[in-house]
């Protein structure tokens, strides 16, 4: 891999046969294909310092677009993924890393990737639950016992999570709404992964809302039930999302690395931008 400067950014690219190339999702060669990557200080072999944030990727020499977000899914990226793990890891100094954010955010896909990233544990305060529960599913005691019966397991389930150092934490989407479970999650670090709500209602309608006991709408269209008990609930929490300590807006990173949807933003790249967000939010209590 070569890095040459550019601007203020680091322009890569990967040699490949002799000839100018990277893999892309499909592991096909483009050639002269280069990604502009805008960094947090990391420091590689050779003690030189780089920065990093998910990939914003140019055209080829022939003129293609060069798919956007590959670099973070590409060898080259989940090691330098690894590699901001560690550093943030050390800035955390064993604290846990909480993930809030609407249902269908992403907070358990990001969490697994970002616990492997940091050497930390995941756990899921929905499983953690359900295992206080005897098995019983969210969908399932809320169906039986109702949300206030439900919230009172989840301030348990938190309290013991926030306990156990090392670990990154999915949060339920509706963590947020008592202020005794911020008095655990204060413990860590937080983050809210922020989604617009249309793709939000996208992705849950592609799946189905028998599993979300809140979307309780009727309504033949599944997209349409998501996106109303979306905005409905998105009312009652957008202020308390407001407290974490650090917000990855899909928005704004949709835009830095060149996507039209942020549901087509990489897992990667999202866990990357949290890692970044989180050590800038580490860094500001320092100063």
């Known amino acids: 891999m070569k890095a040459l400067t550019y601007g203020s950014t680091l322009q890569f690219s990967t040699s490949v046969g002799g000839e100018i190339g990277s893999f892309n999702q499909n592991c096909k060669r483009q050639q002269t294909q280069q990604h502009f990557i805008n960094l947090n200080p990391l420091k590689l072999k050779r003690h030189r310092t780089l920065n990093l944030v998910p990939a914003h990727v140019s055209k080829d020499s022939n003129g293609h677009d060069v798919e956007s977000g590959t670099f973070c899914d590409s060898l080259d990226g989940k090691w330098l993924l690894k590699a901001k793990g560690r550093e943030v890891a050390s800035c955390l100094d064993g604290q846990c890393l909480f993930l809030?954010?609407?249902?269908?955010s992403g907070k358990?896909?990001?969490?697994?990737?970002?616990?492997?990233?940091?050497?930390?544990?995941?756990?899921?305060?929905?499983?953690?639950?359900?295992?206080?529960?005897?098995?019983?599913?969210?969908?399932?005691?809320?169906?039986e016992s109702g949300e206030a019966y439900f919230r009172e397991y989840e301030s348990k389930a938190l309290q013991k999570l926030s306990l156990v150092p090392q670990q990154v934490v999915a949060t339920g989407?509706?963590?947020?709404?008592?202020?005794?479970?911020?008095?655990?999650?204060?413990?860590?670090?937080?983050?809210?992964l922020d989604v617009p709500l249309d793709a939000l209602?996208?992705?849950?309608?592609?799946?189905?809302?028998?599993?979300?006991?809140?979307?309780?709408?009727?309504?033949?269209?599944?997209?349409?039930?998501?996106?109303?008990?979306?905005?409905?609930?998105?009312?009652?929490?957008?202020?308390?999302?407001?407290?974490?300590?650090?917000?990855?807006?899909?928005?704004?990173?949709?835009?830095?690395?060149?996507?039209?949807?942020?549901?087509?933003?990489?897992?990667?790249?999202?866990?990357?931008?949290?890692?970044?967000?989180?050590?800038?939010?580490?860094?500001?209590?320092?100063?």
Request: proline share 2%.
């Open 100 to 104: 809030v954010g609407m249902m269908g």
């Open 108 to 143: 358990t896909t990001v969490g697994e990737i970002l616990s492997d990233a940091l050497d930390y544990t995941f756990a899921d305060s929905d499983k953690y639950v359900e295992k206080l529960m005897g098995g019983t599913s969210v969908a399932q005691i809320f169906k």
């Open 173 to 192: 989407g509706g963590a947020v709404v008592r202020p005794l479970n911020w008095r655990f999650m204060r413990q860590g670090i937080t983050v809210f």
């Open 201 to 287: 209602a996208r992705r849950i309608a592609a799946v189905g809302t028998d599993s979300r006991p809140l979307l309780d709408y009727d309504s033949a269209d599944c997209y349409t039930k998501a996106f109303t008990a979306l905005s409905a609930l998105s009312k009652e929490r957008s202020e308390a999302y407001a407290n974490a300590d650090a917000t990855v807006s899909l928005l704004n990173l949709a835009a830095c690395v060149g996507l039209k949807d942020v549901l087509d933003i990489t897992p990667t790249t999202i866990a990357m931008e949290v890692l970044v967000q989180a050590q800038k939010y580490l860094n500001s209590k320092r100063r």
